[in-house]
C-alpha cells in the first residue's frame, strides 16, 4: 500500500518505553519514506489539532528516557461523537492516512470506534505498566516497572528487617495483580494479595505465625491497589489487632512505578512492535494491535484485545507459597 | 589506655551505612587486638543480655549492605533508671570495658546519661538519615537517602511531564529540612517547604502561576513531613481549590528513605567514623560523638550534640528560588 | 517417587539470579520434605567432599543478590573417569539421592555423562549469561547481564556526545551475540556486530558516513568479545584509518556484566526453575534441563540442550538497521 | 557592576553535573537580567563562533542528565596566540561582557591567559571527575564517578567472591589518587595503589598472604590508572608469578566513569557554583575559580587553582590499612 504520512499519539496513563515505541515509528517512517506527524496529549491533540512533523533527528536520544516526549492525557471529549468528529476533521486537514496509537484498552476502545466510524487504518501498541491485555505477553512499560517496584521493595526489607517489622506495601495494578504476582516473588514476600484471588485472612495470619516460629519477625506483604482487597491500611489494622505485639507499617510505592528509565527488555520490545505497526500500516493492516507472543511479533484484532482479558499465571501463586519461607 | 573488650550496638531509626560503620569499628578492634561483642537491638539487647562476640571475618561483605546486621530498635525500659541498671549488669558481666552506640540524638541521650550513672566509656557514631545533629557535616545515610529520594522524584517528573501535572512529594525530615531543601534544589523543585522556614501558599501560588505564564503546566514541590507543615494532602487540596483546572497529585516516598545500598560517601564516612572512635575509646576519650568537619574527624560532647541543632544552610533556599525557574 | 535428600551445585561461569535458584531449590526441598545438601564449587566441591546441609533459612535475604553463596568453579578432574568416581562415592556416602546442577552448557555435559554412568538422577537449571541455551527462551542471568550492558552503555553515549566520539564497546558473548544484539538495539547502537553474522566493514563505514552526513559525529558500535570478529582494537584501528578526523575510542565492559543484583524477570525465572527442578527429581525425571518456553516450565533432554544451539532472532538485526538512525 | 550577556561554555573531559551547572548559570543570568550566549565545543566554539543564545526554558529537564549540552573539547589552537586572538574577535562581535568556563586545569589555564590578554572577566567551575584541583573541596562529577565506581566494583566482588579470584581493578585518575582511594575503601579492597604514594609490591603481597591464611581467596585491589604504577596488566602478571595458583583477572573500569546521571551532591554542588558564578561576575569578579570549602562558597585565582595541588587525604590511607582485612 502507498502511505504518504502518518499520525501518532500517547494516550492514557504513561509508562516507561512509550519514547522508544515513538523512535522506533519515527525512524520506521523515515526508512519507508513516510511522514510522521506527532500528536500532543493524545485524542486531545487530535480534537485540538495540536500535532506537529517529527524526523529521525528529533528523537535522537530518546530510547533511554522515561515517560512521553508527545505527553499524554485522558479524553472524555473522544468518547463523544461529536469529539471524533473534530478529531477526524484534523485529520483529513492533516493530511494522515493512518495512525498508531499507543497506550492501554481504554485507548484502544477509542482506537476502534474512530477507525470504525472514519474508516481510518489504526494499529495499537500495548503501553502500559498493569500488563492487563490480551494478545501479548508483555506490554510496553511492564518490566521497567517491576524491576521499580522491586528495588524499592528491596530497600524497604533492609529497614523491615533491621527493625524487626512487618510491612504491607501496595502496588499498581487495579484490576491485575501482574505486578503484584511477580514483585512479591522476587521480593520473597511472605504474602500477595491480588485482585484475582479472593484473599484470605485465615491464611496470612496463618503464615505470620508461622514464620514468627523460626524466629522471624520482619516480613513483606505485597497488595495490589485498589478497593477491592478492602485497602492496604485496613489490612494493616486488621492484622495489628490479631499480632498486637507487632511493628506493623504501611508503604505506598504510587506513582515511582510509571517513570524511570525503561529496561533492556521493555527498549526492545517498544522498539520492535513501533517498526512492526508501521510496517502493518504500509501492508494495509488495520484495527489491530502489535504484541508479542513467544518472541513473535502478532497482531490481534481490537475488539479482541479488549473483550478477552489476559489472565494471570496461577502457577506463580503456587511458587510464591512454596518458597516464601 | 588499655580495653579488653567493648560493645557495639545501633539505635533508634536505621539508616544506610550502619552495617559499613560496624564493619570498621569490628575491624579496628581486631586491630588494636580488642575484643569486640556485637549487641542486639540498640539498648533492648543490653537490657535483655542479647549479644555475642563478632570477629573480622563476620563483617565480611558487608559494608554495601542496607540497614544494621545488629538491628536495632527503640527501648523505653532504657529511659528507666531500673532499665538501665539492667543494662549495666549485663554489661559488666559480659566485662565490657566501653561501648560504642552508633544512632540519632535521642540514642545519645541515653548514651549520656547511661554513661555518667556508671561511669561507662561511650563514643557516639552519628547515624540518621536527617543530617540533624550538631558536630558533624554529614551524618551516615544522609548522602544515601539523598540519592533515594531524587531518583523516586526523577522517576516521578517522568510522569508529571508525560501528563502536565503538578505532584505534591512528601520526603523525611519531621523536624529539619535537610533531604527537603537539597533534593529539591537537585531535581529543580518549583517549590520546598521546610519546617525551618515559616511556609508561604502566597509565594507557591505566585510560581505555580509565573511557570504556567511560560506554558509549564507540570511541576514538583517538595514538602518535609509532619504536622508542622499541615500535610502534604491539604496543601494539595488547597491548591487545587486555587488551580482547579490542574491535574494535581500527592506522592510520599516513605520507607524506601531508609533503605538501599549506601553511597561512596556515606561508606566512607562510615569507615573513618568506626575507626575514629575504636581509637577515641582505647586513647580514653568517653562521652563524646565523632564526627566530620570540614573533612576532619573531630569530636563533640554529647550534652552539645544533643542540645544544639544543626542548622540548615540558608543560602540554599536563595538559590532554590533563583534556579528554580 | 520418594526422595530423602538431594544435592544442588553452581557450576562454570557465575551469573545473577544463581542465588535465587539455589534458595528455591532449598525451599522446595524443605516445602516436600526432602533435605537439601549444598555442594561447594561445583563438581569440585564433589569430587573434594566439601558439602554441607542448607535449610530455608539459611537462605533468607539471599533472593536478591549476586554471585552465588555455593561458589562455582570449572573442574578439569571431573572431566576425567578417575574424578567422576571420586565425585559419586561422595555422592553415595553422602546418601544424596538426586542432583541439581546449575550452570550452561559444559556443566549439563558432565552432567549427562554422570548420571549415565552412575545412573543419577540430575536436573539442570541453566544458568549463564550468554542466553545460548537450547531449551529455554531465557537462561538465569540473561536478562541481568543485558540491563547492566545498558546502564554502562547509556554512561559511556553521555561522554560520547559531549565529546563528538565514535565508541566501539565490546559486551560479552563469545559464541553468541544475544547481548551485543539486544543490548545494541536498546541503546541505539550505529551498528552490532555479532558471531552469527558475517560482518561487514563495508557496511559499518557506509553507516558512519550516513549518519555523519546528516551531521551527528558522536556513535556507539557494539562488538560481542571473541577472536571471532577481530578484537575490538582492530577494528577501532581499521575505522580510524578510514575516518581519519573521527576521534575513536574503545571499552570493554568486562566483567561487571557477570555481577550485579538480579533483576525481577531473573528471579522469577530462577525461583521457577529451581520449584519445578526439586518437583522434577520428586517425579522421578532425570537427565533433562528445565527451561521456560512461552512462558511454561518445560524439559529437555540433556544431550539435546546440548547439541542443539540457541538460534539468535534474525528479525532483531532488521529492527536494528531500521531505527539506528 | 552592570552587565547585559555573558557566554558560558564547557572545556577538557565531560564530567557528570556539567548541565546542572549549565542550568543553573542560565537561569541565574535570567534571574539578574543577563543574556547568556552558550558556546559550543568549549574554546574551539570561541574560535570557530559556534554559539547561540540559551534561556531558561532551554534547560528545562536537564539537571539530572549526564554530559554537557554545550560539548566539549580540547582545542590546540586555543594554545596559540593567533587562536585565541579569533576568540576575541568573536567575543566581542557577540557582544559578551563576560565568561564562564566549567572544565578543569588546563581549561583554566586557558582561561586566565585569554582573560589577562583581553581583560575579559572570566570565572571558572570546577568540573572534572578527578577532584585533583585546588581551592575546593569537591570538584563537579567526582561524586557521581565514585558511585559509578563502586556500583561497577560491587558487582565485580559478586563474581570474584563466587570464584574465588583476585581481581585488579583500573579506575581513572592519572595524575590523582582520589577516585582510587575513596571507592577503595567504600568497596573494602584489600590494597588500593595511587599515583601519591611509592607503591609496594611486598606489602601487597604480604596482604594477600595474610588473608589467604584466614581462608579467604577473592579479594578485590584498586589501581589508578596511568604510567606511574606500572600498569594494571603488568602488576596481574608479577602477582600471578608470585601467587601461581590463584586465579587473577583484571578489569578496567574506563569510560563509563564520565557519565551517568549525577547524584544529588553533584547537582547541588554544580548548582551553587553556578549561581555563583553569575553573581561573581555581575559583582566584578574576574580570574578566579568558585569552589566549596566547608560548606561555603570561595573564591580562588587561577593562578593558585593551576600552581597547587588539591593533596589527598593521608589518614584514608591508613584507614583503609586497618579496615580492610
Chains 1, 2, 3, 4 share one sequence.
Request: aromatic share 8%; net charge positive.
Amino acid at each position: 500500500m502507498n502511505i504518504g504520512k502518518i499520525g501518532i499519539l500517547t494516550s492514557g496513563g504513561d509508562s516507561p518505553g512509550m519514547n522508544a515505541a515513538i523512535r522506533a515509528v519515527v525512524r520506521t517512517a523515515s526508512y519507508y519514506c513516510v511522514n510522521c506527524i506527532g500528536i500532543s496529549l493524545g485524542y486531545k491533540g487530535l480534537i485540538n489539532n495540536e500535532m506537529r512533523k517529527v524526523v529521525p533527528t528529533d528523537v535522537n536520544n530518546l530510547i533511554h528516557r522515561g515517560g512521553t516526549i508527545l505527553k499524554t492525557a485522558r479524553s472524555e471529549e473522544f468518547k463523544t461523537k461529536f469529539g471524533r468528529k473534530k478529531a477526524n476533521i484534523n485529520y483529513k486537514k492533516n493530511g494522515l492516512e493512518g495512525l498508531i496509537v499507543i497506550g492501554g484498552d481504554g485507548s484502544f476502545t477509542g482506537a476502534m470506534i474512530f477507525g470504525q466510524e472514519y474508516n481510518i487504518p489504526i494499529i495499537g501498541i500495548p503501553g502500559t505498566i498493569d500488563n492487563d491485555i490480551y494478545g501479548t505477553d508483555f506490554t510496553v512499560g511492564y518490566d521497567t516497572a517491576l524491576n521499580t517496584a522491586i528495588e524499592a521493595i528491596d530497600k524497604i526489607r533492609d529497614t523491615a528487617t533491621s527493625h524487626n517489622r512487618l510491612f504491607f506495601i501496595e502496588v499498581m495494578g487495579k484490576d491485575s495483580g501482574f505486578i503484584a504476582l511477580n514483585s512479591g516473588i522476587a521480593t520473597g514476600a511472605l504474602d500477595i494479595l491480588i485482585p484475582e484471588k479472593k484473599y484470605n485472612l485465615d491464611k496470612l495470619f496463618y503464615s505470620i505465625e508461622k514464620v514468627k516460629q523460626k524466629g522471624k519477625y520482619s516480613s513483606i506483604i505485597i497488595v495490589s491497589e485498589g478497593k477491592k482487597l478492602g485497602g492496604v491500611y485496613d489490612l494493616a489494622k486488621t492484622t495489628k489487632k490479631k499480632f498486637p505485639d507487632y511493628d506493623i507499617r504501611v508503604s505506598i510505592l504510587g506513582h515511582i512505578q510509571r517513570g524511570g528509565y525503561p529496561t533492556c527488555s521493555d527498549r526492545v520490545l517498544a522498539s520492535r512492535l513501533g517498526v512492526a505497526s508501521v510496517e502493518a500500516l504500509i501492508s494495509g493492516k488495520k484495527n489491530v494491535m502489535t504484541g508479542i507472543k513467544a518472541n513473535k511479533v502478532i497482531f490481534t484484532p481490537f475488539l479482541k484485545a479488549i473483550k478477552k482479558k489476559r489472565k494471570i499465571d496461577i502457577d506463580l501463586i503456587k511458587i510464591s507459597d512454596i518458597i516464601a519461607c
